[in-house]
């Protein structure tokens, strides 16, 4: 007995020398633990894959429980590493090499190591057959996608055929996956069948947060991760909250009140109610303020591929398009709907990011003009009837419908000022909005639709559109492709040669590592879009913001929101 008493000390003794020191990110925070954050959402998430989600109301879910290799600070600069410690970039812009970080654990205890990030690249990622839109990020200007090597238990090497421009921002950002939970179902070809919203149970992840419930229509709930990898300056494990909570409500009429009643703790105001609130902030104990303009957009498209062929027709003519571009009168909706906190945008990169091309407005921008949306009309092809209904030159009248995501009020009113506008060329348009996650399955699924307002979400560097840019995109929703979508007739799918430039711009940037010219790439494609208006831009927000006092360490930024360092955040 004394032996098996001895034996078992000195087998504790061994394993106490064999263990690895976790190597933890510090934060510069401290705090209190406990509480519980609460947030709205007009949409449950749709999915918990993230090679399915292609809508916000998903990834926001599921970017609490997934983190990356590369760390962003508010403002979305490289800060450092998140579950890599550091990495090498070799001299040529081909290859990385990333030193995972060392006794970190998944959130169910499994221990995390490089054979994560292996697997997520290489039976994943670079997948195409399993990746979903991150395929279109990370892979070159040929579509081929990097090469993976496990060097050792806590070193991968990813490297690429030629030089890849966007490199560490995009490469570092994609998902990391637990091999453990998943290997299994992408073995047997079930990957993206799993994680559905009814395998909360089966969710394991390395971020901050972990979801726990899901009542669709009612809330979502996430509970602190035991395991995260963060500490405060002095050592303690972050998280600093218990729970966060997602009230899911209709509209952001019924969000607004929820916050008013001090049932939810933040909220992103629409600029008509920022006068209001902030005039409330004193007394009610907020904070309410703003930052510089957002990286995402708001537009109205027209579908390339819808299935009745004249207005596949009228959607295909640059000058329909361009008349609506005129008919938009952007700075009455930034008056009237933006509180004069925004501004017009004519292209798809947001006057915030460094490439933004600073002459655009100016060369290629389309003032309010219905004189010069007429003339464009004419030069289409279009005439009116003597009733005044705009008709084309089969003398089919232009009726068409206009949908949004029921609920988002803001842009159920940019619908209905682009209605009235439209009308008065004549043009008569139904608005029809519908559920979000409804809508995102027509625009990416079916293809049953005919024109839509309605936003994506932006970034610093451009590439973070390829998904949406190139032909191939898996969110070239307007115009996708045959190959992309199912529901596209091959027999009738059509690219102008613009269109057929900009998927050049978008290969060839990859590869093109003199900062200069890949910046003259970018201006290129912003004139080529502003020109063609394959999206019509409307207006950009600046960023606002309000929370309540109760609140500590929340830092908020145009790019990363309330939210980006929610792991420090703590409840009074």
Same mark, same amino acid.
């Given at each position: 007995?004394?032996?098996?008493?001895? +034996?078992?000390?000195?087998?504790?003794?061994?394993?106490?020398?064999?263990?690895?020191?976790?190597?933890?990110?510090?934060?510069?925070?401290?705090?209190?633990?406990?509480?519980?954050?609460?947030?709205?959402?007009?949409?449950?998430?749709?999915?918990?894959?993230?090679?399915?989600?292609?809508?916000?109301?998903?990834?926001?879910?599921?970017?609490?429980?997934?983190?990356?290799?590369?760390?962003?600070?508010?403002?979305?600069?490289?800060?450092?590493?998140?579950?890599?410690?550091?990495?090498?970039?070799?001299?040529?812009?081909?290859?990385?090499?990333?030193?995972?970080?060392?006794?970190?654990?998944?959130?169910?205890?499994?221990?995390?190591?490089?054979?994560?990030?292996?697997?997520?690249?290489?039976?994943?990622?670079?997948?195409?057959?399993?990746?979903?839109?991150?395929?279109?990020?990370?892979?070159?200007?040929?579509?081929?996608?990097?090469?993976?090597?496990?060097?050792?238990?806590?070193?991968?090497?990813?490297?690429?055929?030629?030089?890849?421009?966007?490199?560490?921002?995009?490469?570092?950002?994609?998902?990391?996956?637990?091999?453990?939970?998943?290997?299994?179902?992408?073995?047997?070809?079930?990957?993206?069948?799993?994680?559905?919203?009814?395998?909360?149970?089966?969710?394991?992840?390395?971020?901050? $947060?972990?979801?726990?419930?899901?009542?669709?229509?009612?809330?979502?709930?996430?509970?602190?991760?035991?395991?995260?990898?963060?500490?405060?300056?002095?050592?303690?494990?972050?998280?600093?909250?218990?729970?966060?909570?997602? +009230?899911?409500?209709?509209?952001?009429?019924?969000?607004?009140?929820?916050?008013?009643?001090?049932?939810?703790?933040?909220?992103?105001?629409?600029?008509?109610?920022?006068?209001?609130?902030?005039?409330?902030?004193?007394?009610?104990?907020?904070?309410?303020?703003?930052?510089?303009?957002?990286?995402?957009?708001? $537009?109205?498209?027209?579908?390339?591929?819808?299935?009745?062929?004249?207005?596949?027709?009228?959607?295909?003519?640059?000058?329909?398009?361009?008349?609506?571009?005129?008919?938009?009168?952007?700075?009455?909706?930034?008056?009237?709907?933006?509180?004069?906190?925004?501004?017009?945008?004519?292209?798809?990169?947001?006057?915030?990011?460094? $490439?933004?091309?600073?002459?655009?407005?100016?060369?290629?921008?389309?003032?309010?003009?219905?004189?010069?949306?007429?003339?464009?009309?004419?030069?289409?092809?279009?005439?009116?009837?003597?009733?005044?209904?705009?008709?084309?030159?089969?003398?089919?009248?232009?009726?068409?419908?206009?949908?949004?995501?029921?609920?988002?009020?803001?842009?159920?009113?940019?619908?209905?000022?682009?209605?009235?506008?439209?009308?008065?060329?004549?043009?008569?348009?139904?608005?029809?909005?519908?559920? $979000?996650?409804?809508?995102?399955?027509?625009?990416?699924?079916?293809?049953?639709?005919?024109?839509?307002?309605?936003?994506?979400?932006?970034?610093?560097?451009?590439?973070?559109?390829?998904?949406?840019?190139?032909?191939?995109?898996?969110?070239?929703?307007?115009?996708?492709?045959?190959?992309?979508?199912?529901?596209?007739?091959?027999?009738?799918?059509?690219?102008?040669?613009?269109?057929?430039?900009?998927?050049?711009?978008?290969?060839?940037?990859?590869?093109?590592?003199?900062?200069?010219?890949?910046?003259?790439?970018?201006?290129?494609?912003?004139?080529?879009?502003?020109?063609?208006?394959?999206?019509?831009?409307?207006?950009?927000?600046?960023?606002?913001?309000?929370?309540?006092?109760?609140?500590?360490?929340?830092?908020?930024?145009?790019?990363?929101?309330?939210?980006?360092?929610?792991?420090?955040?703590?409840?009074?």
């Amino acid at each position: 007995m004394r032996k098996l008493v001895v +034996l078992s000390l000195f087998l504790l003794a061994v394993l106490a020398v064999l263990a690895v020191e976790p190597e933890y990110i510090v934060e510069p925070y401290t705090g209190r633990y406990g509480g519980t954050l609460f947030l709205s959402t007009t949409a449950g998430p749709k999915t918990l894959n993230p090679a399915n989600a292609q809508e916000t109301s998903s990834t926001n879910i599921i970017g609490w429980f997934l983190e990356q290799l590369v760390d962003f600070d508010k403002n979305g600069g490289i800060r450092g590493g998140q579950l890599a410690k550091s990495w090498e970039v070799s001299e040529d812009g081909r290859s990385y090499i990333f030193h995972i970080r060392k006794g970190l654990k998944w959130s169910d205890g499994h221990p995390f190591t490089a054979e994560d990030v292996y697997f997520s690249f290489a039976k994943i990622w670079t997948n195409p057959d399993n990746a979903g839109d991150t395929y279109d990020v990370i892979t070159d200007d040929e579509g081929n996608p990097p090469t993976v090597e496990l060097i050792d238990e806590y070193t991968v090497k990813i490297t690429y055929n030629k030089p890849f421009a966007p490199g560490l921002r995009y490469v570092g950002s994609v998902d990391i996956l637990p091999k453990h939970v998943l290997e299994e179902a992408v073995d047997n070809g079930t990957w993206l069948e799993t994680w559905t919203v009814a395998d909360i149970d089966k969710i394991v992840g390395m971020g901050p $947060f972990i979801i726990t419930e899901y009542t669709e229509g009612v809330r979502i709930v996430l509970e602190r991760n035991p395991n995260y990898y963060r500490v405060d300056k002095e050592g303690n494990k972050l998280p600093y909250l218990d729970k966060i909570v997602y +009230l899911i409500v209709p509209d952001l009429n019924a969000a607004r009140l929820k916050f008013e009643a001090g049932e939810i703790d933040m909220y992103g105001p629409r600029a008509e109610e920022f006068p209001d609130l902030k005039e409330m902030a004193d007394e009610k104990g907020w904070i309410v303020d703003f930052d510089g303009p957002t990286f995402g957009t708001q $537009f109205v498209a027209f579908n390339y591929n819808t299935p009745d062929p004249v207005k596949r027709k009228w959607f295909r003519n640059v000058h329909f398009r361009r008349a609506v571009a005129y008919a938009v009168d952007r700075e009455t909706i930034n008056e009237t709907l933006y509180n004069g906190l925004g501004t017009p945008q004519y292209g798809p990169v947001s006057a915030a990011s460094p $490439f933004y091309y600073p002459n655009l407005e100016d060369e290629y921008g389309f003032p309010y003009s219905l004189t010069m949306a007429k003339r464009e009309l004419i030069e289409g092809g279009f005439s009116w009837d003597a009733e005044g209904n705009l008709i084309d030159s089969e003398g089919n009248k232009v009726e068409f419908i206009l949908t949004t995501n029921a609920g988002n009020n803001v842009r159920e009113t940019i619908s209905n000022i682009l209605v009235e506008s439209l009308g008065k060329l004549g043009m008569k348009v139904t608005f029809t909005p519908i559920q $979000f996650n409804t809508l995102v399955q027509k625009l990416v699924g079916t293809g049953d639709w005919e024109a839509v307002v309605i936003g994506l979400t932006g970034g610093v560097d451009p590439h973070g559109g390829s998904n949406v840019w190139r032909l191939d995109g898996g969110l070239h929703f307007w115009n996708y492709s045959p190959e992309v979508n199912e529901n596209v007739d091959p027999n009738d799918y059509y690219v102008a040669d613009w269109e057929k430039r900009i998927d050049e711009i978008f290969r060839k940037q990859v590869t093109e590592m003199d900062p200069q010219k890949r910046l003259e790439l970018f201006w290129e494609f912003q004139k080529i879009a502003a020109e063609n208006q394959p999206i019509v831009y409307l207006i950009q927000q600046l960023y606002m913001f309000a929370y309540s006092n109760k609140l500590h360490n929340v830092d908020p930024a145009a790019w990363g929101g309330m939210l980006w360092n929610a792991y420090a955040i703590w409840k009074e």
